[in-house]
């Protein structure tokens, strides 16, 4: 599985756009992009997920470049609430057999603070 | 509709005792994961499932074996514990990565082991 990197911590104002970004560098051509986040010591939540097109759904926004080696995930007005640890995962889409299928590897992640 | 439910919540060994981590998840997923949390860090993967009676070790297998005889449930077991065991345990389920619509992974709320 390719490997992730994003910035330890991002603060943010109420109600303005977050933006937290993620390289993977190393990402192949059948690996998708997810991000999670986790509010305190819950259980991760799914945001979003994309090949190679932006995606938009009620919660976020998430824009992969052209070459796919980086991506963004926009929350579009931020609130307090979304104060949590944002995970950036490529993962193995496709195909039985292939040694990687299943995995789903976490980083260390970005700790969003929202701030009022 | 449970989702993924661990049992139990919370949980005190004492080094050298064994237990088994139950995850049970009522969506037909076919997989399974566990993963650790230490504090201040991310989510490390122990080991995961591709289906029922299959079994793969993740990043950090040594100290813990899995079994996944139904394949709603996925069972994580300690059969000495350590004091370096002491951590929260998450559980995860999702459908086959190539079902590309709906490959989220839904997380359990955890298991806060604690050994002495």
């Known amino acids: 599985d390719a490997k992730t990197t994003q910035p330890p911590s991002m603060d943010c104002a109420e109600g303005r756009a977050a933006n937290l970004p993620c390289n993977h560098s190393t990402i192949s051509g059948n690996e998708y992009v997810y991000w999670y986040r986790q509010i305190h010591s819950q259980g991760p939540q799914y945001i979003i997920h994309?090949?190679?097109n932006n995606e938009t759904n009620e919660m976020a926004s998430l824009i992969i470049t052209e070459d796919r080696k980086s991506s963004t995930l926009i929350l579009p007005h931020a609130t307090l609430r979304d104060t949590a640890v944002y995970y950036c995962?490529?993962?193995?889409?496709?195909?039985?057999?292939?040694?990687?299928?299943?995995?789903?590897?976490f980083g260390q992640g970005t700790t969003l603070q929202v701030k009022p | 509709n449970a989702g993924v439910t661990q049992t139990p919540k919370f949980r005190v060994l004492k080094t050298g005792q064994s237990m088994t981590l139950l995850c049970a998840q009522d969506m037909n997923h076919e997989y399974m994961y566990w993963y650790r949390q230490d504090p201040g860090m991310g989510l490390r993967l122990i080991h995961y499932?591709?289906?029922?009676?299959?079994?793969a070790k993740g990043e950090v297998p040594d100290g813990y074996n899995v079994s996944r005889l139904k394949k709603q449930n996925f069972l994580l077991g300690l059969e000495s514990a350590a004091p370096s065991q002491t951590s929260v345990y998450f559980c995860?389920?999702?459908?086959?990565?190539?079902?590309?619509?709906?490959?989220?992974?839904?997380f359990g709320q955890g298991t806060r082991l604690t050994v002495v």
């Open positions: 994309g090949l190679k």
């Open positions: 995962i490529v993962r193995v889409a496709g195909g039985h057999g292939s040694s990687n299928t299943g995995k789903l590897i």
């Open positions: 995860a389920s999702s459908y086959t990565v190539w079902t590309v619509m709906n490959t989220e992974a839904f």
């Open positions: 499932s591709v289906g029922e009676g299959t079994t």
